[in-house]
Nanobody, 127 residues
Framework: QVQLVESGGGLVQAGGSLRLSCAAS???????????MVWFRQAPGKEREFVSG????????NYSGSVKGRFIMSRDDARDMVFLEMNSLKPEDTAVYYC?????????????????WGPGTQVTVSS
């Protein structure tokens, strides 16, 4: 069973930076030949929104238009972790951020395509 746990959220002023981490337990590398890990976010009263994704086997990375150029997704293979470096944060980035994964080498923008989810971490950007 794969479990994902996010960390690193918090309160930051507009223009600041935060780095989110997602730790995967259950040895995803041994369970899946190919998989994709992503970040989604959900603001109050809004639908869950794709932020970024990475196909593990070749490192292909996609970002939503709203964060491209400000957020960077990276990984640590040895520790089964992914990270989201968030820079130039804006109040509209305020949301609960979720790490998710699927056992397919395909970055989908639809939350329903992902089987495994972490509990989320709150990011609040003050103006």
């Amino acid at each position: 069973q794969v479990q994902l746990v996010e960390s690193g959220g918090g309160l930051v002023q507009a223009g600041g930076s935060l780095r989110l981490s997602c730790a995967a337990s259950g040895r995803m590398f041994s369970l899946f030949v190919e998989y994709t890990m992503v970040w989604f976010r959900q603001a109050p009263g809004k639908e869950r929104e794709f932020v970024s994704g990475m196909i593990w086997i070749d490192g292909t990375t996609n970002y939503s238009g709203s964060v491209k150029g400000r957020f960077i997704m990276s990984r640590d293979d040895a520790r089964d972790m992914v990270f989201l470096e968030m820079n130039s944060l804006k109040p509209e980035d305020t949301a609960v951020y979720y790490c998710a994964a699927t056992a397919r080498p395909d970055i989908s923008y639809m939350a329903s395509e992902y089987n495994y989810w972490g509990p989320g971490t709150q990011v609040t950007v003050s103006s």
